[in-house]
């Protein structure tokens, strides 16, 4: 049973039938609960549990791989997580220049979730009494901050020199209310990072908190902190199979299992999703021999990007198992719509290399909303962006086609606020039978051509209008960047209909066509294994790597378009090529100031090279 069930919706319907979504909406609970750091005795635990629900559903060979987490370089440019669990961290701000004043509040991070920053500094022992001191804006970081407690408005925090500066200026921590996410009648604390080598510790607060701190500050205020850290956990990675043919390839799903608590949509939705998809395909083929399938499915939970970079690491060596025929990775998948605000959404896989992933997927997660139409909620396709571990498949040393599943712009993400109620159980429902339907479908033999064949023509009709509408709404198709687009679909479109017929990869490479012949010097990687953006920004100089960190924390997207840019330096394609053709990847027109800097940033690292 294979493609020829893409033509109608008998797949999904019986795997809507089969969820266990009581179990699933269980395991969202029962996940949010640790916090779970990359390398933690949190993440360590929620490991555990989802490595027995893995063989509760019916998965072979599930273990838990354990990996050092001191730092160092372990996978291509890839480091390791650095061991952090907060076993305490306390606040107390007081009224005046002592600590026998009036209490103005305390925050405990056992109570409050997201109060501590991550990978904050231990204090002494008993903790630390320190002067508030504010830092606004662009104001430098002055003397005052020896030995004190720095009040930071949002302004100063979103300067990416700012830990740096407090460091170097003698400051024992920071508070700020920058990262806080919800309503002025329900605010929720947000996420602060600092550098996993940070000798500062942080809390967050929200804004009524961060008023009276400042206003402490402004009265020569004092705060107690006390932050206790465990730095003994290893880095968790749990995997599992569904098993097939060894011989065939593999299908992969992923979840990354690491968030601080409760990150239910993020990322206890997307482990639970794949918990309750492994159940449902493992009892569909108990129930019904005509499941069974042809290549193996395998599941992983780890680490964002770290666990995966240690999956392919390991896989692509001599020996170790090799890499699969394709990915879908679950990414915030159950959040309530009508609270969180964000349609489903399919990410495609960048248009470098021509495959009928995102057709099949959009087809079945198409089918999922149809046949579930009695519950509010809307899903829609978007152009590769990067910002998960499906990115990792995308650089041309892995090349594998990857799909991801998310809600990318939930209001409550990296919050408090991310709690099990904001998760749905409709959604989860549609995540699970989406990614199973998928699953089933890529993983089973006999493909039925006519079948394959018309879900892809209606797909490539579909997308071909669409880039029409873009046209006329961004000036017409009479503009150079909208026939260049209109033709770079077209061109793609044959690629694909030829996959779908039975021709080879190669000859689906030269439909898609190469575009205009280079003019310019050729751009090249210089670069081992999948692309890291966090290495290759770390080897700017501070001055540019301040200047990009700004433009990221102001825009997340300019990230996927550096990250877009870096992919397709092939040494054939020149600067421009690359740069109109992650213009026609992400469906818009780039700003070009905008993109010069990045894409000189990129040469200025020497992760590219002309020439």
Same mark, same amino acid.
């Given at each position: 049973?294979?493609?020829?069930?893409?033509?109608?919706?008998?797949?999904?319907?019986?795997?809507?039938?089969?969820?266990?979504?009581?179990?699933?909406?269980?395991?969202?609970?029962?996940?949010?609960?640790?916090?779970?750091?990359?390398?933690?005795?949190?993440?360590?635990?929620?490991?555990?549990?989802?490595?027995?629900?893995?063989?509760?559903?019916?998965?072979?060979?599930?273990?838990?791989?354990?990996?050092?987490?001191?730092?160092?370089?372990?996978?291509?440019?890839?480091?390791?997580?650095?061991?952090?669990?907060?076993?305490?961290?306390?606040?107390?701000?007081?009224?005046?220049?002592?600590?026998?004043?009036?209490?103005?509040?305390?925050?405990?991070?056992?109570?409050?979730?997201?109060?501590?920053?991550?990978?904050?500094?231990?204090?002494?022992?008993?903790?630390?009494?320190?002067?508030?001191?504010?830092?606004?804006?662009?104001?430098?970081?002055?003397?005052?901050?020896?030995?004190?407690?720095?009040?930071?408005?949002?302004?100063?925090?979103?300067?990416?020199?700012?830990?740096?500066?407090?460091?170097?200026?003698?400051?024992?921590?920071?508070?700020?209310?920058?990262?806080?996410?919800?309503?002025?009648?329900?605010?929720?604390?947000?996420?602060?990072?600092?550098?996993?080598?940070?000798?500062?510790?942080?809390?967050?607060?929200?804004?009524?908190?961060?008023?009276?701190?400042?206003?402490?500050?402004?009265?020569?205020?004092?705060?107690?902190?006390?932050?206790?850290?465990?730095?003994?956990?290893?880095?968790?990675?749990?995997?599992?199979?569904?098993?097939?043919?060894?011989?065939?390839?593999?299908?992969?799903?992923?979840?990354?299992?690491?968030?601080?608590?409760?990150?239910?949509?993020?990322?206890?939705?997307?482990?639970?999703?794949?918990?309750?998809?492994?159940?449902?395909?493992?009892?569909?083929?108990?129930?019904?021999?005509?499941?069974?399938?042809?290549?193996?499915?395998?599941?992983?939970?780890?680490?964002?990007?770290?666990?995966?970079?240690?999956?392919?690491?390991?896989?692509?060596?001599?020996?170790?198992?090799?890499?699969?025929?394709?990915? $879908?990775?679950?990414?915030?998948?159950?959040?309530? +719509?009508?609270?969180?605000?964000?349609?489903?959404?399919?990410?495609?896989?960048?248009?470098?290399?021509?495959?009928?992933?995102?057709?099949?997927?959009?087809?079945?997660?198409? +089918?999922?909303?149809?046949?579930?139409?009695?519950?509010?909620?809307?899903?829609?396709?978007?152009?590769?962006?990067?910002?998960?571990?499906?990115?990792?498949?995308?650089?041309?040393?892995?090349?594998?086609?990857?799909?991801?599943?998310?809600?990318?712009?939930?209001?409550?993400?990296?919050?408090?606020?991310?709690?099990?109620?904001?998760?749905?159980?409709?959604?989860?429902?549609?995540?699970?039978?989406?990614?199973?339907?998928?699953?089933?479908?890529?993983?089973?033999?006999?493909?039925?051509?006519?079948?394959?064949?018309?879900?892809?023509?209606?797909?490539?009709?579909?997308?071909?209008?669409?880039?029409?509408?873009?046209?006329?709404?961004?000036?017409?198709?009479?503009?150079?960047?909208?026939?260049?687009?209109?033709?770079?679909?077209?061109?793609?479109?044959?690629?694909?209909?030829?996959?779908?017929?039975?021709?080879?990869?190669?000859?689906?490479?030269?439909?898609?066509?190469?575009?205009?012949?280079?003019?310019?010097?050729?751009?090249?990687?210089?670069?081992?294994?999948?692309?890291?953006?966090?290495?290759?920004?770390? +080897?700017?100089?501070?001055?540019?790597?301040?200047?990009?960190?700004?433009?990221?924390?102001?825009?997340?997207?300019?990230?996927?378009?550096?990250?877009?840019?870096?992919?397709?330096?092939?040494?054939?394609?020149?600067?421009?090529? $690359?740069?109109?053709?992650?213009?026609?990847?992400?469906?818009?027109?780039?700003?070009?100031?905008?993109?010069?800097?990045?894409?000189?940033?990129?040469?200025?690292?020497?992760?590219?090279?002309?020439?």
């Amino acid at each position: 049973m294979g493609y020829s069930q893409i033509s109608d919706d008998s797949l999904v319907r019986r795997l809507l039938r089969s969820v266990p979504i009581d179990a699933v909406m269980d395991h969202v609970e029962q996940v949010s609960a640790h916090d779970r750091y990359q390398a933690s005795l949190g993440l360590e635990r929620a490991a555990q549990l989802v490595a027995e629900s893995a063989a509760a559903a019916g998965l072979a060979d599930v273990g838990v791989r354990r990996y050092p987490a001191d730092g160092e370089p372990q996978w291509w440019t890839f480091r390791a997580p650095v061991s952090w669990t907060p076993l305490d961290a306390r606040l107390t701000v007081f009224a005046g220049p002592g600590p026998d004043t009036a209490v103005v509040f305390r925050t405990d991070h056992a109570e409050q979730p997201f109060a501590v920053a991550t990978y904050s500094a231990a204090t002494p022992e008993g903790g630390a009494v320190a002067r508030l001191v504010p830092v606004r804006g662009n104001d430098p970081v002055g003397a005052a901050v020896a030995g004190a407690i720095a009040v930071v408005d949002r302004a100063a925090f979103v300067r990416g020199s700012l830990p740096a500066e407090l460091t170097a200026a003698g400051a024992l921590g920071l508070l700020t209310d920058a990262p806080w996410k919800g309503s002025a009648a329900a605010p929720y604390v947000g996420r602060i990072e600092l550098p996993p080598d940070s000798a500062l510790f942080g809390f967050s607060l929200t804004p009524e908190r961060f008023r009276q701190a400042s206003a402490a500050a402004q009265r020569g205020a004092v705060a107690h902190a006390e932050v206790t850290v465990d730095r003994t956990a290893a880095m968790p990675l749990v995997s599992g199979v569904l098993p097939g043919d060894d011989d065939a390839g593999e299908i992969w799903l992923t979840a990354h299992l690491c968030h601080p608590r409760p990150g239910s949509n993020d990322n206890a939705s997307g482990v639970a999703a794949l918990l309750g998809i492994a159940d449902t395909l493992a009892r569909l083929r108990r129930a019904d021999a005509r499941y069974g399938v042809r290549r193996p499915i395998r599941f992983f939970w780890g680490a964002e990007f770290l666990g995966n970079a240690a999956v392919l690491h390991g896989r692509s060596q001599p020996g170790g198992g090799g890499l699969p025929q394709a990915l $879908i990775n679950l990414d915030m998948v159950g959040e309530d +719509q009508a609270l969180c605000r964000s349609p489903f959404v399919v990410e495609r896989p960048p248009e470098t290399t021509p495959t009928l992933l995102a057709p099949l997927a959009e087809h079945v997660v198409e +089918q999922v909303f149809t046949a579930t139409a009695d519950s509010p909620g809307t899903w829609q396709p978007s152009p590769f962006l990067g910002f998960s571990d499906h990115a990792l498949y995308a650089d041309p040393s892995v090349d594998r086609p990857a799909v991801q599943f998310c809600h990318p712009a939930d209001r409550f993400n990296h919050s408090a606020g991310d709690s099990p109620d904001k998760v749905s159980a409709v959604e989860m429902t549609r995540s699970c039978v989406a990614g199973a339907a998928l699953a089933h479908l890529l993983a089973s033999d006999g493909p039925d051509p006519a079948a394959r064949s018309a879900v892809v023509e209606r797909w490539c009709r579909t997308e071909q209008e669409a880039v029409a509408r873009l046209a006329r709404d961004s000036g017409g198709a009479d503009d150079g960047w909208s026939r260049g687009l209109m033709d770079h679909v077209a061109r793609r479109a044959a690629a694909l209909r030829a996959l779908a017929a039975g021709a080879p990869a190669a000859e689906a490479r030269l439909l898609a066509g190469p575009g205009p012949a280079a003019a310019g010097p050729p751009v090249r990687r210089n670069w081992p294994g999948p692309l890291n953006l966090r290495a290759m920004l770390g +080897q700017l100089p501070v001055t540019t790597r301040t200047v990009l960190g700004g433009m990221i924390a102001d825009d997340k997207h300019h990230l996927s378009v550096l990250f877009n840019l870096a992919i397709r330096a092939d040494g054939a394609r020149d600067r421009e090529r $690359i740069v109109t053709e992650t213009s026609y990847g992400l469906r818009r027109p780039l700003d070009p100031a905008t993109t010069d800097r990045l894409f000189d940033a990129l040469l200025e690292s020497g992760w590219l090279t002309e020439g």
